[in-house]
């Protein structure tokens, strides 16, 4: 099956820091990537849809000025938190779709990368 | 999006088959149904997903409803690793490029 990664899969940093969180897809092309955030004990929230070369589209309640989302190519995008606060700590799970393979866009998920703000 | 409903967590003894439901009311005729599972500290993969007829594969099998109302996911054979949160989720076959929404699904716990 096909394979993402995210990198770092754990992050440790200052409140007040930016973090940088990358998505890549090891062996295919992603037409659309997304966003999940996961706080302990709860399901996966979507955050934001992201396609190549254009701008994110971000679910509601969540701030596009927090949150950057770059798709710079077909195979990596990075999700930005600005300002990180002891709230944001949580699990950020990206996902890549391959579209146009089958009847439906499979979704595939990366191991997620937790992040955790002091 | 049409919901699906399922039971927060559910037990059962390693080795034995485990019965997970899912209850999908609202199903319109273009949605597939899709299991995924989420084991701990890890992100979602996909287990099996179907249409309208039951569908086997190496994880699982999935029953579905004759009026596509319900459904339930089918681990032959339980074993400690399939502990995780199973979640039920409806994906639009005509809306290629849809986004899963996860509901709370349900947890499973395997007992020695």
């Known amino acids: 099956g096909a394979v993402v990664s995210q990198h770092p899969s754990w992050v440790i940093c200052k409140s007040g820091t930016s973090v940088k969180i990358e998505c890549r897809s090891l062996d295919f092309q992603a037409t659309t990537m997304f966003w999940y955030r996961q706080f302990p004990k709860q399901s996966l929230m979507l955050m934001a849809t992201?396609?190549?070369?254009?701008?994110?589209?971000?679910e509601q309640g969540v701030e596009k000025d927090k949150f950057l989302i770059n798709h710079a190519s077909l195979t990596l995008s990075t999700l930005t938190v600005t300002s990180a606060h002891p709230e944001d700590s949580s699990f950020y799970i990206c996902?890549?779709?391959?579209?146009?393979?089958?009847?439906?866009?499979?979704?595939?998920f990366g191991p997620g990368t937790r992040l955790t703000v002091l | 999006d049409a919901k699906t409903t399922q039971p927060n967590s559910m037990e059962s003894n390693e080795e034995e088959p485990v019965h997970l439901p899912c209850n999908h009311s609202?199903?319109?005729?273009?949605?597939?149904i899709h299991w995924y599972r989420q084991l701990p500290s890890q992100g979602p993969e996909y287990v099996i997903h179907?249409?309208?007829s039951n569908v086997n594969n190496r994880m699982a099998s999935l029953a579905i409803a004759e009026d596509r109302k319900s459904s339930t996911l089918i681990l032959h054979r339980a074993t400690l690793r399939d502990a995780a949160v199973y979640y039920c989720i409806l994906r639009d076959r005509e809306n290629r490029d849809d986004k899963i929404i996860f509901g709370k699904g349900t947890r499973l716990h395997i007992l020695p």
């Open positions: 992201s396609n190549e070369g254009s701008k994110a589209t971000y």
């Open positions: 996902s890549a779709t391959i579209s146009g393979r089958l009847s439906y866009n499979e979704q595939f």
């Open positions: 179907g249409l309208t």
């Open positions: 609202t199903i319109s005729g273009t949605d597939y």
